[in-house]
């Protein structure tokens, strides 16, 4: 039982390139989420997913694209990154939305963009 | 859902009860309390919940006051691993409760020998 695993841990890009992030559950979560974390800004959350199928907005999501085709999977995908991302991102997922408070947190991916 | 207020930081001595507070003075009366803590460069994990009740686990014991205004997460025997940033969080429990589950700046607390 692995839990939540995201690939890469860590990544350099250059600005305008894009790149996805992946982030795979084996718990059978229905809730699945992306977070972004900067230094003095705390947790901020970028999308989220209630299931295979729906996906919805945070409070960051411009720059971000998600899709969750599978319960296991919801990659974060950054058509063209910039600067302004460079950041630690977690991926987390719980039982249910209903359940968020129980979250299962990623290692996290470290990402700079030149 | 309510906000949470934290000391930003705290040190305890290893081998001591660490008491972490938290207010949160708005909470209502379907809304629970969450503790987790984020160990440096890792992901947040959850330590415990409760809703009115003192509530214990292999990891801590959370203790909310009779009128659930504030709470304390409490370590009993803090070890250096123990140093990370605790985080309060009041969140409904509802399966209809799709929202975001919000992250403040925590408590930073730091476990000396």
């Known amino acids: 039982n692995a839990g939540v695993t995201q690939t890469p841990k860590f990544q350099v890009l250059k600005t305008g390139q894009s790149m996805t992030l992946q982030c795979a559950q084996d718990?059978?979560?229905?809730?699945m989420s992306w977070y972004r974390q900067d230094p003095g800004m705390g947790l901020r959350l970028i999308h989220y997913s209630v299931g295979a199928g729906i996906t919805d907005q945070g409070e960051v999501p411009n720059g971000y694209n998600v899709s969750r085709s599978t319960t296991e999977d919801f990659p974060l995908r950054l058509l063209s990154a910039a600067p302004s991302q460079t950041s630690v991102y977690f991926c987390?997922?719980?039982?249910?939305?209903?359940?968020?408070?129980?979250?299962?947190f990623g290692s996290g991916t470290q990402l700079s963009v030149l | 859902d309510a906000k949470t207020t934290q000391p930003p930081s705290m040190d305890c001595a290893e081998g001591r009860a660490a008491n972490l507070p938290c207010n949160h003075s708005?909470?209502?009366?379907?809304?629970?309390v969450y503790w987790y803590r984020q160990i440096h460069s890792q992901g947040p994990q959850y330590i415990i919940h409760g809703l009115k009740n003192n509530e214990t686990n292999e990891m801590a014991s959370l203790i909310i006051t009779e009128d659930r205004k504030s709470s304390t997460l409490i370590l009993p025997h803090a070890t250096l691993r123990d140093t990370a940033v605790y985080y309060c969080?009041?969140?409904?429990?509802?399966?209809?409760?799709?929202?975001?589950?919000?992250f403040g700046q925590g408590t930073t607390l730091q476990v000396k020998p």
């Open positions: 987390a997922s719980s039982y249910s939305a209903g359940l968020q408070g129980k979250l299962f």
């Open positions: 718990m059978n979560h229905e809730y």
């Open positions: 969080i009041v969140r409904v429990f509802s399966s209809s409760n799709t929202g975001k589950l919000i």
């Open positions: 708005t909470i209502s009366g379907n809304e629970y």
